[in-house]
């Protein structure tokens, strides 16, 4: 298949509302995928939807703004899954009460299989942690509080 053709299937795609294209010829293999979003029902196929769903619909939503109150947000800097300690086996980086320090790790967001540290801005107490070991969070979501030392 020549590019100007792939180029043509894709505009047909378009065109016809086709959200997945899969083409076997002489041992090559073609697969053309657009995103279904939640947001124009009729367009995923049956069984599809709820995939999308879950997909496009984060667990909690980031748009909502963190209830104002004392100390220092946390707030992921990437899209990816939260992770409180560096592996497994290990303990939290930090938990409700844990004394910390300005730069200090607090969490471990992976996104696109790399792991990204998440520092402290400011030294105090974590007060309060929003999310949960492995759940997907959003860019700017809060992630923890921190508060001043008493």
């Keep these: ?27 090559s293999r073609l697969r053309l995928e657009k995103p279904v979003h939640a947001e124009t029902p009729g367009t995923a196929q049956a069984g599809e939807a709820e995939d999308t769903r879950r997909i496009t619909a984060p667990a909690e939503s980031p748009a909502v703004q963190p209830p104002v109150q004392d100390g220092q947000w946390i707030t992921a800097p990437v899209v990816g899954v939260y992770y409180a300690a ?25 996104a696109m299989k790399l792991m990204n540290e998440v520092t402290s801005h400011a030294g105090g107490v ?16 809060p992630l923890m509080r921190i508060g001043e030392a008493q």
């Excluded at 298949?1 to 041992?27: F, Y």
């Design 1 to 27: 298949m020549q590019i100007q053709d792939m180029i043509e299937l894709m505009k047909q795609m378009k065109r016809n509302g086709i959200s997945l294209v899969e083409l076997e010829s002489e041992g």
């Design 86 to 110: 560096p592996s497994p086996e290990d303990d939290p980086f930090v938990q409700v009460g844990s004394t910390v320090e300005a730069g200090m790790t607090v969490c471990i967001i992976e």
């Design 126 to 141: 974590v007060r309060e942690i929003l999310v949960h070991d492995g759940q997907r969070v959003e860019y700017g979501q």
